[in-house]
């Protein structure tokens, strides 16, 4: 897997001081939910045996990594979670470890990790293409143990419908890996200052706001582009733009496939599929508090959950009218992962790939 080179890194690698983040984020998690030692070396077993079960049905519905070795899982606590985020994080933005000012690494960095610090709390399991071991599937056993009780299901079958996204995620990208190069290359165009006349950005800001209160047409609701992404298109280039619906479509695909891959190999491989699946949805679309549904917004908890159903419709439509084969041409290069006018028109994408 090829990251960024030096020329190419992202400048706000080297505005964040990581081990700060990682530091001032550990501090910040939230206190795990309590549990007998007997029930922390059960859980962490019995996910590291889900992760390698899941595999295979995974492999056989996808089509994808056939052969290759089944790689472990590591089971980790939020703290670690909070770790591990932060050095990926620090790969992909092709900082060093060393920020470029003092104060403004450790301001930056304490933000960053109050940040992973509250999602933390709420991350099941997470497949890390840039972990300097090439890939790397996380599973963060106290949130699975915090959440089976929430809804009251079979820890054994919630602990493997888990593993059964997050080990697709971890077929997706092992199988194409190109897909982790593709990333690194949209997010160093995202996150590059480059030489942007701020009159520029503020006329953008400002058109943004008068297209709001005038409710122009010309530019139609777009789930992706409402709210705090909104503001954020608005600011940037041209370049930025293309790269963030890159990484967008791409999110939608990725999760949108684990979801179809999900619901396929489920009920042959978890006895209470069903009851853990309708739960979770209830559990997903409960009204927050204030507070955390502002959070949320911020933080693109809502735009995951378009994600989730966007890019499960995508999938479920292509792979119904060609099959998961004909489907598999999305994973070959960049240019046929589906255009943003695609996700929601799947035949488009059809009509011009297939």
């Keep these: 897997m090829r990251l960024v080179s030096p020329a190419e890194a992202p400048t706000v690698g080297r505005t964040v001081d990581w081990g700060f983040a990682a530091t001032v984020g550990t501090k910040l998690v939230r206190p795990a939910p309590l549990v007998t030692d007997y029930t922390r070396e059960q859980a962490i077993e019995q996910l590291a045996e889900s992760s390698r079960r899941a595999e ?17 899982a590591r089971i980790i606590d939020r703290g670690e979670w909070v770790r591990a985020a932060t050095e990926s994080m620090r790969a992909m933005t092709g900082g060093d470890g060393k920020s ?16 992973l610090a509250y999602i933390s709390s709420g991350i099941l399991g997470q497949y890390d293409p840039f972990a300097s071991s ?23 079958d919630f602990r493997l419908w888990v593993c059964l996204h997050e080990v697709t995620h971890r077929v997706q990208f092992k199988a194409n890996p190109w897909l982790a190069e593709h990333m690194s290359k949209c ?29 122009s047409e010309d530019d139609p609701p777009d789930p ?27 999110g939608t695909l990725l999760e949108g496939h684990a979801d179809h891959v999900m619901d396929a190999v489920g009920p042959a491989v978890v006895p209470s ?66 255009l943003p006018s695609e996700i929601d028109e799947p035949q488009r994408w059809i009509d011009r790939v297939l």
């Design 134 to 156: 090439g890939g790397e599937l996380l599973l963060v056993y106290p949130n699975v143990i915090a959440v089976e009780r929430q809804l009251r299901v079979s820890p054994a």
């Design 273 to 338: 599929v069903e009851t853990i699946r309708r739960r979770f949805n209830e559990r997903r679309m409960s009204k927050q508090p204030p507070l955390q549904r502002v959070l949320r917004t911020l933080l693109g908890f809502d735009a995951k959950m378009s994600q989730y159903t966007r890019g499960k419709a995508f999938v479920d439509h292509v792979v119904s009218d060609v099959g998961m084969a004909r489907f598999n041409a999305v994973w070959s290069s960049p240019e046929t992962l589906p």
């Design 56 to 72: 295979l049905p995974v492999r056989d519905v996808t089509g994808l990594n056939e052969g290759a070795a089944v790689a472990e």
């Design 187 to 215: 997010l160093a165009v995202l996150t590059d200052d480059g030489d942007q006349d701020p009159a520029q950005v503020v006329e953008r800001l400002f058109a943004l706001v008068r297209s709001r209160r005038n409710g």
């Design 100 to 115: 470029s000012g003092f104060i403004t690494g450790r301001v930056t960095g304490a933000q960053t990790g109050a940040v």
């Design 224 to 250: 992706n582009s409402e709210g705090v992404l909104g503001i954020l298109r608005a600011i940037q280039s041209e370049p930025q733009r293309k790269a963030l619906d890159q990484l967008l479509v791409l």
